[in-house]
């Protein structure tokens, strides 16, 4: 039987979440996956990398691999190696651009702070010319049981025009530049746009959601792992012209660059980006929805339908539990098209 094919966009810990739970579901379906990942992080180890090397930034695309590794014991040690980050060296003075200081007497440590699988991607892209031969070569060497690709072979920036970044002055409006600072901001982001505002999609990304039978959006930072991909003119238009149904996987809490932000607005975002996206299902954790009505009110402008599952942990943190996103994902993508 033809297995069923899932994209799911976003970017660090939410698609980590999404596709570690799409792990979860293939036990009772047969899955195809396929991650499409934002280019957008400039802050931590990736963003020294783009600034000192160029390239896409690694950090988002490495979670993402790991998030789909095999489960053979060297792939899993492979996994994290990935994920190990290398602390400051004993006399060296931290990461990269700390001067060594008569009281210090030690050099700045230019590894401190890299996880060693963003070194090996970008090693890897360098080495063989393309990030999708790079990202491919890399999923083979972790046994990963689907694909990763990025939104775009060429990294963008991030701005939002924010209302109040300045606590002084709360009803100024201004630019606010780069993944991490419109992520910490403290205003209101009013509206958000990629630099350069066009950027080729990924070819790989594209054919993948023309072939889709589901695409999943969420969940994930709002403004800066899940709507960059809407404003990519060719994967947008990839988005809507799909044949596939479509998902969004609501967060459980609101994240400060989405502070304010109703559940119902999550979804009203998404209509104001793409005024063609028509979504069929809206997943939310049953206790973090709040007012279901107003919820379910939001999906259906969106033609979808609410669905209810507990798909948090239960330690009251405000994290995704991938077995129960998981079990909740297996009867709505089993359903038939």
Not at 10 to 30: E, I, N, W
Not at 126 to 154: F, I, K, N, T, W
Not at 200 to 209: D, F, L, R
Not at 298 to 317: I, M, Y
Request: include cysteine; proline fraction near 7%; charge should be negative.
């Amino acid at each position: 039987m033809t297995p069923t094919r899932v994209v799911a966009f976003g970017g660090g810990h939410g698609l980590s979440a999404s596709l570690r739970a799409l792990r979860h579901c293939v036990p009772g379906l047969d899955l195809d996956i396929t991650a499409v990942v934002t280019v957008g992080d400039d802050g931590g180890s990736s963003g020294r990398l783009r600034a000192e090397r160029g390239g896409l930034p690694p950090g988002d695309l490495r979670q993402a691999l790991v998030a789909l590794a095999g489960d053979h014991p060297a792939t899993r040690r492979s996994a994290a190696l990935f994920q190990h980050r290398f602390a400051a060296a004993r006399g060296s003075e931290g990461a990269a651009g700390g001067g060594g200081g008569a009281d210090g007497g030690g050099a700045a440590d230019s590894l401190a702070g890299h996880a060693v699988g963003n070194l090996l991607l970008h090693g890897l892209t360098e080495l063989l010319g393309d990030p999708v031969v790079a990202l491919d070569h890399a999923g083979a060497m972790l046994g990963a049981v689907g694909r990763v690709l990025p939104m775009s072979r060429q990294p963008v920036g991030i701005e939002a025009r924010v209302r109040g970044a300045d606590p002084d002055r709360p009803d100024e409006v201004c630019t606010v530049r780069g993944q991490h600072q419109v992520a910490v901001t403290s205003g209101t982001v009013e509206s958000l746009r990629l630099t350069p505002s066009a950027p080729a999609a990924c070819a790989e990304a594209v054919t993948a959601v023309g072939a889709a039978d589901w695409l999943i959006f969420g969940p994930g930072s709002w403004y800066t792992s899940v709507l960059p991909h809407l404003l990519v003119p060719g994967l947008a238009d990839a988005i809507v012209s799909s044949p596939a149904r479509r998902l969004v996987t609501l967060n459980l809490v609101a994240e400060k660059e989405t502070l304010g932000l109703s559940l119902p607005d999550h979804l009203d975002t998404l209509r104001r980006y793409l005024p063609e996206l028509k979504v069929d299902m809206v997943l939310a954790d049953s206790k973090a929805v709040g007012d279901p009505v107003a919820v379910e009110r939001a999906a259906e402008s969106l033609g979808a339908r609410l669905v209810l599952a507990p798909v948090a942990v239960t330690d009251g943190t405000p994290r995704h539990d991938p077995a129960a996103l998981g079990a909740a994902l297996v009867p709505v993508l089993g359903a038939d098209r």
